[in-house]
């Protein structure tokens, strides 16, 4: 302990580093949001917790760019076309999102807290704005367009630009709020009236400048870290004039960002870029700077904290949740519609964090501030309450809305979803990953029975790139020049490439959008010696990776002898998007073999698929046998001969079919199914690439499995 606290900036970094890597990891086994796990962090390491840092002055440089990062980011994501367009309705649902828990808090701050006018002000417009945490959960279900969500994205920015001007106008002028002397009045408005000239010349001159010093640098030059100092010079310019004006520096980032928005497109190059670097770098040493200034040991100097708490998550939820039901009955939406605009607009992250420091630096008598410990900590455990009601709400809302919307592209009522179509959806290229030779024939002939006649094959060999990438190149393209032939034998084109890569699932996810292909099939592996978990080394990190399906098989004998297919289906299966295409490949893959096939499931999944049979496999010989809850999967276990193949239809996490009962998948396959042939199927679904999804409250990494489903499973074993 002599050597703590730490202070050589070498160290610092080094430990700040170590967080930033594992922190992510640690809050996805906890289920708690990375944004807070960063700030936990700081709590630990900071002078109130274990004492291991010194906050540095890179604190406080680092902090200051990434609270700076946090509000230009704000500004450069925000959809400003489509605020236009829909402006009544943002305009409406914006003021009553803002005004109504700004109202809500502020009185009760005032009343119940005690809190002085401008602390209370304060604390009023950190629960007028929100952070739209659980948005990616909306495009998981596709539902990016729907008029409820476009409407909540709207009213979010709208209602973060006023917290943000009445954050900067309590920050330029704290005495305004307190019974001012006639001298002191007097002087108050001299300095109000130059405040508005200096703001209103400092709009009008970014407004004009900013746009076209853009447009002529960011078409004269198109080198990657030119562009990129420009944009950050831009924003620490603007933010120092609004510093130099009397307003936050906040304010300056965030209008920059705003006026910038158009000129960097969200998916170009540039937009990621400013986004790694945050994310990776500022943004946390940021977050972790916050939490070394909390104080947690006044959480145990009584009830006073948690009561806090309580009430500012309490009053700031109920005033979001007045707002979005109110606006959802004005502008006659349904109540799922209003489930969905509460769930959006209901959570505060890292944008809560920015306007309580602004608050921390405000000193309204001598050496008093106007946000006091018990006031930090409270916002910060409200931002964790706040994100897991938003996260549960939009989620269930999200479900909500496509059962019971029948207008939605992937309600099996649509006439438009694939499966009403008189025709299957066009083919593409399958993707057949082969590592294995004593597999890869079976894989290959999987291929060749459920594939259409137009589409294309790619057989895929990925190989570490390690020392002995030379030696497993070698076998990769002997494997591959074995399978071309077997291939070639049934007149079936198939394409070949051997990939070296550092990491596996990554290797396959490059090749699977270099060669735009639709769907994986590979082999589930056997040699336990090399990987001991069911799902191996990269299978887990793939599926998580990649929206497209994926056929992941094992098979003890060859397909040719199959005798019948058993399918378990999950509920709600009907409503994901990749509904068709599994079905198909079912079929196809029964058609070819003849084989009886049995789906086992819930009745309104049942019927549909009789009807898609009926329409396009009429020859199938089909039993249709309802299983009301998918714990009764391991009943089929004793009914699976040899001869069969057994398919399990799950679902990933966060989707419309997923159940909890689905993370116990691994343990039953190994317990009741072993050496039975299997196939899992992990259906298409909604959204991009996960990894080309990058924000500072929506980190990258998710761990399939969480401590408390560890911590159950342990209990589970040890009951007698």
Request: glycine fraction near 6%; proline fraction near 5%; charged fraction near 15%.
């Amino acid at each position: 302990m002599l050597h703590f606290p730490i202070t050589d900036p070498t160290l610092i970094f080094f430990v700040v580093l170590l967080i930033v890597l594992f922190a992510p990891i640690i809050m996805s086994k906890l289920r708690i949001p990375h944004i807070i796990g960063m700030v936990l962090a700081g709590i630990v390491v900071g002078h109130h917790g274990f004492d291991i840092l010194e906050r540095d002055s890179s604190f406080e440089l680092f902090g200051r760019v990434g609270l700076y990062y946090i509000m230009f980011l704000a500004g450069l994501e925000m959809d400003l076309e489509n605020v236009m367009r829909n402006s009544r309705r943002f305009f409406i649902f914006g003021l009553l999102t803002c005004f109504v828990p700004l109202g809500l808090t502020f009185l009760m701050a005032t009343v119940w807290l005690g809190y002085s006018t401008q602390a209370s002000f304060l604390l009023g417009c950190i629960m007028a704005s929100n952070t739209l945490i659980a948005y990616p959960i909306i495009g998981r279900y596709g539902l990016q367009r729907h008029p409820s969500v476009s409407l909540s994205v709207g009213s979010s920015m709208i209602s973060l630009f006023l917290a943000l001007v009445m954050i900067a106008a309590l920050a330029q002028t704290p005495s305004a709020f307190e019974d001012p002397t006639e001298g002191a009045g007097t002087n108050w408005l001299i300095g109000a009236f130059f405040f508005i000239i200096k703001l209103a010349v400092y709009i009008a001159g970014s407004l004009l400048l900013i746009p076209r010093l853009s447009r002529y640098f960011l078409r004269r030059y198109s080198d990657a870290v030119m562009q990129y100092i420009f944009v950050m010079a831009i924003m620490f310019c603007s933010a120092a004039l609004t510093d130099f004006i009397g307003l936050e520096g906040i304010f300056g980032a965030f209008f920059s960002g705003l006026i910038l928005n158009r000129y960097i497109p969200h998916v170009s190059p540039l937009m990621n870029r400013i986004e790694f670097i945050g994310n990776a770098l500022f943004i946390p040493y940021f977050l972790i700077g916050v939490g070394m200034l909390i104080n947690v040991r006044t959480l145990f100097n009584g009830g006073q904290v948690l009561w806090v708490v309580f009430l500012i998550a309490f009053f700031g939820t109920f005033g979001k949740a007045v707002a979005a039901y109110l606006s959802a009955l004005f502008f006659r939406l349904s109540k799922a519609d209003a489930h969905m605009m509460f769930g959006l607009t209901s959570a505060h992250a890292a944008g809560a964090i920015a306007m309580i420091m602004v608050g921390m630096r405000l000193e309204v008598a001598p050496g008093q501030f106007l946000v006091n410990d018990d006031m930090l900590n409270g916002v910060v455990m409200m931002i964790l309450v706040t994100c897991i009601i938003s996260t549960l709400m939009t989620e269930h809302a999200a479900q909500q809305l496509i059962i019971s919307t029948p207008n939605l592209p992937n309600h099996p009522n649509n006439p438009n979803h694939p499966n009403n179509l008189s025709s299957p959806s066009s083919e593409s290229r399958l993707l057949l990953c082969v590592k294995y030779p004593d597999i890869a024939p079976n894989l290959l002939s999987l291929a060749r029975l459920v594939r259409d006649q137009s589409s294309e094959l790619i057989a895929l060999n990925v190989v570490y790139d390690d020392e002995h990438s030379a030696i497993a190149r070698e076998q990769g393209l002997r494997l591959l020049e074995q399978l071309q032939r077997q291939a070639a034998a049934t007149d079936m084109q198939m394409r070949t490439q051997v990939r070296l890569a550092t990491n596996i699932a990554n290797g396959i996810k490059h090749a699977f959008r270099e060669f735009a292909c639709s769907e994986i099939i590979m082999g589930m592996h056997v040699h336990t010696e090399k990987s001991p978990r069911f799902w191996g080394d990269f299978i887990q990190s793939l599926y998580n990776g990649l929206n497209r399906q994926i056929l992941l098989v094992r098979f003890v004998q060859p397909l040719n002898t199959l005798r019948r297919i058993k399918v378990a289906v999950p509920s709600r299966a009907e409503f994901e998007p990749g509904f068709h295409r599994w079905l198909e490949r079912i079929c196809r893959l029964a058609d070819n073999l003849d084989c009886h096939t049995e789906f086992h499931g819930r009745q309104e999944s049942l019927v549909l698929i009789n009807n898609y049979i009926k329409s396009h496999y009429p020859s199938i010989r089909v039993t249709l046998t309802p299983m009301i809850h998918w714990n009764e999967l391991p009943k089929l276990a004793s009914t699976i001969a040899d001869d069969h193949l057994f398919v399990v239809v799950t679902a990933r996490r966060g989707t419309i079919s997923y159940k909890n009962a689905i993370d116990r998948l691994p343990d039953e396959l190994q317990r009741y199914f072993s050496g039975k042939n299997l196939m899992i199927v992990f259906p298409d679904q909604y959204g991009g690439p996960k990894e080309d999804a990058m924000s500072f409250t929506e980190a990258q990494h998710r761990e399939d499995t969480s401590l408390y489903d560890t911590l159950l499973r342990l209990l589970h074993r040890n009951k007698p």
